[in-house]
């Protein structure tokens, strides 16, 4: 372990990153609900809140696409002008739970990754989770797309962010995850 700023560093999961070890979690970065209201900080404050955090040593950002429906990813870009290299971005997908076809999940994982990209102003996602245990007959077409994205250069790592045991196990005995993320924060 070493010290930025404030912070203890450390390696991430598998990634060999150097990430602090505490993040900024940008669920709140996500502003509109999907109800209409408002949920989280304006842009400017959450722009600020992640320059701030870096100024103590934060380098760890956690969103997901779902967050204000991809304005998370869309705050942290802005945010990242200029710093992206300063920054360990993770973020999430929401695989295809309730529909057995291989094509369509691999399709979605892919498509959503460039959506991600797009958003977050980036050509790379340090770290590229699920944000839920896929459809179990899914799992292969699932595994292989995350492992296709990494090939690309596109995902650096890819993981799962879930509670779920049994679903951590199966997609193990499919490949590696380089990181598990679960329900825990304070």
Same mark, same amino acid.
């Given at each position: 372990?070493?010290?930025?700023?404030?912070?203890?560093?450390?390696?991430?999961?598998k $990634?060999?990153?150097?990430?602090?070890?505490?993040?900024?979690?940008?669920?709140?970065? /996500? %502003?509109?609900?999907?109800? /209409?209201?408002?949920?989280?900080t $304006?842009?400017?404050?959450?722009?600020? *809140?992640?320059?701030?955090? +870096?100024s103590l040593?934060?380098?760890?950002?956690d969103? !997901?696409? *779902? &967050? %204000?429906?991809?304005?998370?990813?869309?705050?942290? %870009?802005?945010?990242?002008?200029?710093?992206?290299?300063?920054?360990?971005?993770? *973020?999430?997908?929401?695989?295809?739970?309730?529909?057995?076809?291989?094509?369509? !999940? !691999?399709?979605?994982?892919?498509? !959503?990754c460039?959506?991600?990209?797009?958003?977050?102003?980036?050509? &790379?996602?340090?770290?590229?989770?699920?944000?839920?245990?896929?459809? +179990?007959? $899914?799992?292969?077409?699932?595994?292989?797309?995350?492992?296709?994205?990494?090939?690309?250069?596109?995902?650096?790592?890819?993981?799962?962010? *879930?509670?779920?045991?049994? %679903?951590?196990?199966?997609?193990?005995?499919?490949?590696?995850?380089?990181?598990?993320?679960?329900?825990?924060?304070?």
């Open positions: 372990m070493m010290k930025r700023g404030y912070i203890l560093l450390a390696i991430l999961g $990634t060999g990153l150097k990430a602090s070890s505490v993040g900024v979690g940008c669920w709140q970065m /996500g %502003g509109v609900a999907p109800n /209409g209201g408002w949920t989280g $304006t842009d400017v404050e959450s722009i600020a *809140t992640i320059h701030y955090a +870096e040593g934060v380098n760890l950002l969103s !997901a696409e *779902t &967050y %204000g429906i991809g304005h998370s990813e869309q705050v942290i %870009g802005k945010a990242l002008k200029d710093r992206r290299h300063n920054f360990v971005v993770a *973020t999430k997908v929401s695989p295809i739970v309730d529909s057995p076809d291989e094509d369509k !999940a !691999a399709k979605r994982i892919i498509e !959503a460039e959506g991600s990209l797009r958003r977050l102003e980036t050509d &790379y996602i340090d770290i590229y989770q699920l944000h839920a245990v896929p459809h +179990e007959s $899914t799992m292969p077409a699932v595994m292989n797309a995350l492992g296709d994205l990494k090939r690309e250069g596109k995902v650096r790592w890819f993981g799962i962010s *879930t509670n779920d045991v049994v %679903g951590i196990r199966k997609l193990l005995d499919l490949g590696d995850l380089a990181t598990l993320q679960i329900g825990y924060n304070l």
